[in-house]
């Protein structure tokens, strides 16, 4: 049996130093998927009336297809394309976003998914402001939530334009920028025309997709080892150029030097999930509280078995490619996943991959997209700006208009961030929502005491801290991957700013309520929403009226 294996390696190997990439074919696999995905969008669009069709879906999806349209939505780039590269350049270390990432979906599913679903409507604002004033605490969560979804955005985009430079064998800087636009226009056409239901069922095709692709190249790289864990470790640490080689098996290679930026990371990996309002967002999605649980413990299945499944892709990856030839193409660390399609099954696979990469990108920007959308038109615009007083269509159309401006806004930071590891800034997105967001979640949800000073203090000085901390950080100033490459030296020493600012949020929203006047918020609307979201009594008619 070994030496068969051995033979299938040596072919494999032979027919691997002659397999180029086919930018013709990839655009060509990738535009039939464009072509499908927009069929899908337009179909699903017809019945967008008002704005629970816009930003709800007008809650007609199951529990089982929610959750794989929340698969669709979490699985993003970083998922595949980030923690693929860093776990084939880092090994273990790497492989730590996965866990992080996977055991965040506890403490969503056990502290605030149901919950959020019986007291909210459209957006996170809905929740945060039911028991307090609404103008104050719901332009602090508007802006929370666009500050979490640029930052998500900006990721998506770092990988769009690394993928498809790749596919395309595009190397300076002006083509990928050419690449990013691309993507943000269509993005913004997928948001225009469809609103959540069309995103829905792109991301429900999508997590179909990268689910079945994950699998089919994981049982492949485990076929080519003899399915011997062991084969492919000793493959990837062959093909280390880390010193000494087998480093990338153990912990430290990449935090080894300041274990408080991992404690950090894994802070806000943990804690951000509950924060991230366009996974929030899809929980309005579904007709009864059952659903949302339902889809949520269905999210985690699928979730999870991904992740598990990206150890093997990442390693096999590392054996198989090798970091400096990962570190070398278009996309940097991104491209490790492709190049694995592009050594297993050359480019028809490549070509596949790269659509279902693809996919991933366009089904989670626009999901983040009408995210942002809807916090500004409903939260800002007809709750802060008009009181409650828009005409039936004022909303959707203020929505759709920002859509084309949030568009414009990532294409511009997408092009900023080209290089920079995906995976690596999700991380801060996921800071922004655990520090900005989850603290005042949580006390809204679980603390009767919790005032509006309390949640504005939250959110503002969550949001700020995160943010400041990270323009101080070796993400921008002093290193070779910094936005500002080997410029000026960081002030701050962690790239990840959740050890300061999440502990910082959920003080100030504690200090904004213990300081309020006693008796300033209404004991009444507070016990409503307790019974509301624990029984989810009298939800149904409030959340669709």
Same mark, same amino acid.
């Given at each position: ?67 794989? %349209? ?13 923690? @693929? ?7 273990? #270390? ?54 979490? @979804?640029?930052?998500? $955005?900006?990721? &998506?985009?770092?990988?769009?334009? /690394? ?39 792109? &991301? ?10 994950? +699998? ?29 080689? #087998? ?26 999930? %509950? ?22 413990? !269905?999210? +985690? ?6 992740? $598990? ?12 490619? /090798? ?20 050594? $297993?099954?050359?480019? +028809?696979? $490549? ?28 939260? +800002? ?11 039936? #269509? ?23 961030? &080209?290089? &920079? ?33 309390? %949640?504005? !203090?939250?959110?503002? =000085? =969550? ?28 002030? !701050? ?42 029984? =989810? ?9």
């Amino acid at each position: 049996m070994n030496e068969i294996f051995a033979n299938i390696n040596a072919a494999l190997a032979a027919a691997n130093t002659t397999v180029e990439n086919n930018p013709v074919l990839n655009i060509s696999i990738f535009g039939a998927f464009v072509a499908v995905t927009l069929f899908i969008v337009i179909r699903a669009s017809r019945n967008n009336k008002t704005a629970a069709d816009y930003y709800a879906a007008g809650r007609s999806f199951t529990g089982p297809q929610n959750g794989f %349209a929340i698969a669709g939505d979490y699985l993003s780039a970083a998922s595949f394309l980030g923690i @693929c590269g860093a776990i084939a350049i880092n090994g273990y #270390d790497g492989f730590l976003y996965s866990i992080g990432f996977l055991v965040a979906w506890l403490v969503a599913l056990l502290l605030v998914a149901e919950l959020m679903r019986n007291t909210g409507k459209f957006t996170m604002a809905d929740v945060l402001s039911f028991r307090l004033k609404q103008g104050p605490v719901r332009m602090a969560a508007a802006i929370t939530t666009l500050a979490v @979804c640029f930052f998500y $955005l900006l990721a &998506q985009m770092a990988g769009a334009g /690394g993928l498809v430079s790749l596919l395309l064998g595009i190397t300076e800087q002006l083509g990928q920028s050419i690449v990013v636009a691309v993507v943000g226009v269509l993005m913004i056409v997928y948001v225009l025309v469809g609103g959540m239901k069309g995103t829905t069922w792109v &991301q429900i095709v999508k997590a179909f997709l990268l689910i079945g692709g994950a +699998i089919v190249m994981t049982i492949w790289v485990l076929a080519i080892n003899g399915f011997n864990l062991n084969t492919l470790l000793e493959g990837a640490v062959a093909a280390s150029t880390t010193d000494p080689k #087998d480093a990338i098996l153990g912990p430290g290679l990449q935090y080894g030097k300041n274990p408080w930026d991992f404690i950090s990371l894994a802070l806000a990996l943990v804690l951000g999930t %509950a924060g991230l309002p366009h996974v929030l967002m899809r929980f309005y999605t579904v007709p009864t509280a059952k659903e949302a649980r339902r889809s949520v413990v !269905w999210a +985690i299945w699928l979730i999870g078995l991904f992740y $598990l499944l990206t150890l093997v892709l990442g390693y096999g990856a590392g054996a198989l490619v /090798g970091p400096a030839e990962i570190a070398a193409a278009p996309g940097g660390v991104n491209s490790a996943a492709p190049l694995l399609a592009l050594h $297993l099954g050359g480019p +028809i696979l $490549l070509g596949f991959i790269s659509a279902v990469a693809f996919a991933t990108i366009l089904a989670v920007v626009a999901g983040l997209t009408i995210t942002a959308a809807a916090s500004f038109a409903h939260d +800002i615009y007809a709750n802060v700006v008009k009181k409650g007083n828009v005409p039936a #269509d004022g909303e959707v159309k203020v929505a759709r208009r920002t859509v084309v401006v949030i568009g414009v806004l990532a294409i511009l930071g997408g092009i900023g961030v &080209q290089g &920079q590891n995906v995976a690596f800034l999700v991380a801060l997105a996921f800071a922004v929502a655990a520090s900005a967001n989850l603290p005042t979640i949580i006390y809204s949800l679980f603390w009767r005491r919790f005032t509006t000073r309390g %949640a504005v !203090w939250s959110m503002y =000085g =969550g949001l700020a801290a995160a943010l400041i901390l990270i323009v101080l950080s070796p993400v921008f100033w002093g290193t070779e991957t910094s936005v500002f490459k080997n410029t000026g030296t960081a002030i !701050w020493p962690l790239n990840n700013p959740g050890i300061v600012s999440i502990p910082l949020g959920f003080f100030l929203g504690w200090l904004g309520s213990v300081t309020s006047r006693r008796g300033s918020e209404d004991p009444v609307k507070a016990a409503e929403m307790d019974v509301r979201s624990l029984t =989810g009594h009298g939800a149904e008619k409030a959340v669709d009226h």
